[in-house]
């Protein structure tokens, strides 16, 4: 889970004051507070423990999980569900109208996981179809500015950081990164323990593990290696997927070969995930960019370390 520091967390302590009678559903016994000045709906469920900050507003039909702070100025509209122990700072807008001509008004949701912390002015727009979710996975942590669309789907332990972009229908796997103002097109996919280099785009898929070249669009350089030590992977896992590396980008082989290949030679989890990844992709994957000024990437003998 993305944690904070208690000094921060006590600066979102606002006075207030105990829900009374006339207040949104209250479940659990401990006492949910709400500043004087917030507006909350009461077709809102709140649950035990809960802390509502000055000026927030919450809409109807939302749900908001027991232990959640939200700061001031933080807005949480129609149809959002809210998981327990989250931090929501200032000026989050949280289940918002999506940004997309074709909605007609239907009924669709938000769903944020458990232990996720928003930050400063993080949107994230509900889904477009009738039904539809836009989905954040639990222990997630938003930065100040990123955005969510629609009908996105977000992994556990992703990170999006200050100014990312997600358009609608994209899809984040777990532990993934994405550095600051990173852009991932409409139905893209960014995958497990992959990393986005600060401002750089993918309009294909980035494969899983593997990191993205700063301000370049498409363009994968090599494995995640910092991502996948702290991830814990083994270190014989680490070094098959510099095999599985240089099958995919550095041996001529077409995608649908070098997942064949992937496939016969190395028989790991990660492996596996990719292999599936590649045969599973709708818009092709990123392309290799190749530094012909240096001769060996640095970062390549440390997956040993």
């Known amino acids: 889970m993305a944690r904070e520091t208690v000094d921060t967390l006590s600066r979102m302590s606002f006075p207030s004051s105990p829900a009374t009678d006339g207040s949104p559903i209250l479940l659990g016994e401990e006492r949910v507070r709400i500043h004087p000045t917030a507006v909350v709906s009461s077709k809102a469920r709140i649950a035990e423990g809960v802390s509502i900050g000055p000026f927030c507003v919450i809409d109807d039909h939302v749900e908001i999980g027991a232990g959640s702070v939200l700061g001031p100025h933080v807005t949480i509209l129609a149809y959002t569900t809210l998981g327990e122990n989250c931090r929501v700072h200032a000026g989050a807008v949280l289940g918002d109208l999506p940004q997309d001509q074709r909605f007609g008004g239907a009924v669709s949701f938000s769903r944020i996981g458990a232990g996720c912390v928003i930050r400063e002015g993080v949107t994230v727009h509900r ?174 003998e440390s997956l040993a370390a």
Do not use: W
């Open 127 to 300: 889904g477009t179809e009738p039904d539809s979710a836009t989905i954040v996975g639990d222990s997630c942590l938003l930065m100040a500015g990123s955005h969510v669309g629609h009908n996105a789907r977000v992994g556990r332990n992703v990170t999006l950081a200050n100014g990312a972009l997600l358009a609608g229908y994209s899809r984040i796997d777990d532990f993934a990164f994405l550095s600051g103002h990173c852009l991932v097109h409409q139905f893209t996919r960014v995958g497990t323990l992959a990393m986005m280099s600060g401002g750089s785009a993918a309009q294909m898929d980035v494969p899983p593990y593997c990191i993205t070249r700063s301000l370049t669009t498409n363009a994968v350089v090599f494995l995640n290696v910092v991502g996948l030590k702290r991830s814990g992977m083994p270190v014989d896992e680490r070094r098959s997927l510099r095999r599985a590396f240089d099958l995919l980008y550095r041996s001529g082989l077409s995608v649908p070969s070098a997942a064949d290949s992937i496939e016969r030679e190395i028989d790991t989890p990660s492996g596996r995930e990719l292999c599936r990844f590649l045969r599973t992709s709708k818009r092709g994957i990123c392309k290799f960019f190749r530094d012909e000024r240096r001769r060996e990437d640095p970062r390549e």
